[in-house]
């Protein structure tokens, strides 16, 4: 498939580089990551995706608590991230399968995401 670590470095760098300056999510990313701290986030990001990719079990942060935390984060955002990263893929990916593969767990997480900032426990699960 051609998935391997150096190509996962370079689809997140080039991937969070779009992203920075993308007119919708952009400004998400900017008021959520101090300029300084964008180094680390993508590192954060690398280990992540080598998660996804090998299953490594590499990542061990809480994405949903993250997502949670943004304030105004629509479905609009995530379904423009997932463009930019089919986008991505398809410039870079090493092969079709490659592409299949990660933007079929983008996707996943895209919509675990999107139901998680949705969620709104019943009333009675909160006071129990």
């Known amino acids: 498939m051609g998935v391997d670590v150096a190509f996962i470095d370079t689809l997140v760098e080039t991937f969070y580089g779009k992203v920075r300056g993308d007119a919708l999510i952009g ?4 008021q959520a ?14 280990s ?3 998660s996804v990719a090998f ?3 590499s990542y061990s942060g809480k994405p949903v608590v ?5 304030p105004g984060l629509e479905h609009r955002h995530f379904e423009r991230w997932l463009r930019l990263f089919g986008e991505t893929l398809l410039e870079i ?5 490659a592409v299949v593969y990660l ?10 995401l999107k139901a998680a900032i ?3 426990p019943h009333p009675r699960l909160i006071s129990a």
């Open 66 to 70: 993250v997502h949670k935390r943004l």
């Open 33 to 46: 990551i101090a300029a300084d701290r964008w180094p680390e986030h993508l590192a954060t990001m690398k």
């Open 118 to 120: 949705d969620y709104v």
């Open 55 to 57: 299953n490594a079990g």
């Open 103 to 112: 933007m079929t767990r983008a996707e996943r997480i895209a919509e675990s």
């Open 93 to 97: 990916a090493p092969t079709d399968q």
């Open 48 to 50: 992540f995706w080598a």
């Open 27 to 30: 400004p998400i990313f900017t």
